[in-house]
């Protein structure tokens, strides 16, 4: 089916274009938010670089902003109206008629060490901004109109901005760049142009991760791959590949285990995309084969790890991928699966101990979960049962790829699965446990029933009480993380109350390969029904359903694309 362009609201989803480390936004840091549309980096951080002002004689219009994938406008009145769309990922370009237009630099002081520097440029008399945040420059040139600049070599303190007028209207191009603006001297695409390129490459983009979408839904799956496709970012800084970034508001970041649903969300339609973003955190590996907790442009972080949910991630990906995973590729991914499990096992495994532990919330990725009020360092159902499903994993590898190595993690599993069972369970059902305190976790959290990842390898009766207490967190809208009829729960708890699209898919997953189809159905089709009436936002009342904290997360998106490929498979 053809492509639309779906319009969005920029307070929810920034405009940007796949490969871009820029986009257009009024969100311009942690819950911060401008009257104005901003320039934002994502190099070094989120950094606003210019608000865009709309004037007339002077004067600051009221502009209504509308967008699509390709376009941005502000509605200026009286046939008046500014447009924006990048022609290339480093590239934005802007026309205007009726209106002029300040570009008004983000940040007033000039220290030797912060804020930013302007001036014309002699060589081309382009305005030139200098950021010490971002670490670039950005260039404006003026292909159709006139423009002024407003402190130009100004030092400390000081208004700093761009004027473009043009009686007959105005066009001009901004450009980030690191110190050779090579690319400054080539022809900028025509600004139509330009938005029918934008138009055309997203249209390519959705029509390979999603060409099995249904007519009554193509607007909400046409938004949730828009979400992913400008969130995407070229190899740069710490990311060798191309990458999802979580977000480009704050969240502009790759986390060590929201990068496998946006691999698996990319595999139908792109696999070398897929295996890039799920490889791209193994590039930081350490020796000892801990995962970094997070990756972005300018920084890598260690001081947690995430979840090892890989080898699930892995199954799912080549189960959906359009094209199969070379060889080389495998045993690419072999090498640091295994060294991640014998991170665990290894590492994470106190002497005497079977079951490997967290030392921290952030280490589950559920962060503040109350599966952790009483002690921080546990050993965990959702951990062993990730691990099992990851030795198993590594067992098929490992005689896919002949390496004498398939029965001795098939040994493993057996023996994960079998603790988790004699030490992390009673009458009651799953339970996490204290390392040094020996405490029972409390078990009011969702977070102890992802065991249900292993659903088809338990007895039938742990397998009814573990879909039993998962439908005990079922909302109208989805699971939600904090049963919610304990006193712990908070509508807007993090992880201690909305919904949030892995725990969904991870339940979904479970649940479905253990039997409890009509179950997964409901889990499925609820959360469907939540993006296509919220969006698609870092988590979600669970009661309400509104969408909560960052409105445009690609693990939300790609678990909705997840959830309706799976659908749309199951339906034909």
């Known amino acids: 089916m053809s492509t639309s362009l779906p319009q969005f609201s920029l307070e929810e989803i920034p405009f940007s274009m796949r490969g871009s480390w820029l986009n257009l936004s009024p969100i311009i840091g942690l819950n911060e938010r401008s009257d104005h549309v901003h320039l934002v980096s994502h190099t070094g951080g989120i950094h606003p670089i210019f608000a865009f002002v709309p ?34 990922p480093s590239r934005l370009l802007l026309a205007g008629e009726g209106v002029d237009l300040t570009l008004s630099e983000a940040s007033s002081a000039l220290t030797p060490f912060t804020g930013s520097y302007l001036f014309l440029d002699p060589m081309d008399s382009a305005a030139v901004l200098t950021s010490y945040e971002t670490g670039r420059r950005y260039r404006v040139t003026v292909q159709r109109g006139e423009m002024e600049i407003v402190g130009a070599e100004a030092l400390g303190d000081a208004e700093r901005a761009v004027v473009v007028t043009g009686s007959d209207g105005w066009e001009i191009a901004i450009e980030e760049f690191d110190t050779s603006a090579v690319s400054a001297s080539e022809p900028v695409l025509a ?34 791959a828009y979400v992913m496709w400008s969130a995407t970012v070229a190899p740069a800084g ?9 977000s480009k508001h704050w969240m502009d970041k790759v986390w060590s285990w929201d990068h496998c649903f946006n ?45 090892p949910i890989h080898g699930w991630a892995l199954r799912r990906l080549r189960a ?7 060889r080389d590729q495998l045993v690419e991914v072999y090498e640091h699966l295994a060294d991640w499990t014998r991170f665990w096992l290894e590492q994470r495994t106190a002497p005497g101990r079977q079951i490997p532990h967290y030392q921290h919330g952030n280490d589950s990725g559920w962060d503040n979960s109350t599966m952790f009020d009483i002690d921080r360092v546990v050993e965990a159902p959702d ?23 398939g029965d001795s ?71 939600a993380t904090q049963r919610p009829d304990t006193v712990e729960y908070e509508a807007d708890g993090y992880w201690r109350g909305p919904i949030w699209a892995p725990s969904t898919v991870l339940i979904e997953d479970g649940l479905r390969r253990g039997g409890y189809t009509e179950l997964a159905d409901a889990v499925s089709s609820r959360f469907r029904a939540l993006c296509e009436r919220s969006g698609f936002a870092e988590n979600f009342d669970a009661l309400s359903g509104e969408g909560l904290r960052d409105r445009a997360y690609t693990w939300t998106a790609s678990a909705y694309l997840m959830l309706a490929r799976d659908s749309a498979h199951r339906v034909s």
């Not at 209504?64 to 290339?88: I, Q």
């Not at 490889?279 to 995430?306: C, R, W």
């Open 238 to 246: 710490f990311l060798s590949r191309e990458s999802v970034l979580m």
């Open 409 to 479: 993690w098939r040994q493993r599993s057996e023996r994960m699965q079998r603790a988790l069972l004699d030490e992390l369970r009673d009458a009651e059902g799953f339970f996490a446990r204290g390392v040094l305190s020996g405490q029972k976790s409390t078990r009011t959290s969702l977070l102890p029933l992802l065991a249900v990842v292993i659903a088809d390898r338990l007895p039938t009766e742990l397998g009814d009480q573990l879909a039993s207490q998962i439908e005990e967190h079922l909302t109208e809208w989805g699971p």
């Open 55 to 88: 004037t007339r004689d002077g004067v600051e219009l009221s502009a209504p902003v509308t967008a699509n994938p390709a376009a941005l406008s502000w509605d200026c009145g009286s046939s008046a109206r500014m447009r924006a769309t990048f022609a290339s």
């Open 320 to 326: 959906a991928a359009s094209a199969p995973v070379s």
């Open 383 to 405: 951990l062993a049962a990730f691990l099992a499903v990851q030795m198993d994993v590594l067992a098929d590898l490992a005689d896919e790829l002949d390496i004498a190595a």
């Open 191 to 224: 600004f139509d142009d330009a938005v029918a390129n934008s138009a055309s490459m997203f249209a390519e983009y959705v029509d390979k991760i999603a060409n099995w979408r249904r007519p009554e839904t193509a607007g909400t799956v046409e938004l949730a």
């Open 263 to 307: 691999a698996i969300a990319l595999a139908g339609g792109l696999p070398d995309a897929a295996i890039d973003q799920f490889l791209a955190p193994f590039d930081h590996q350490e020796p000892g084969g801990a995962m970094p907790d997070s990756i972005t442009h300018s920084e890598v972080l260690y001081n947690f790890v995430k979840p």
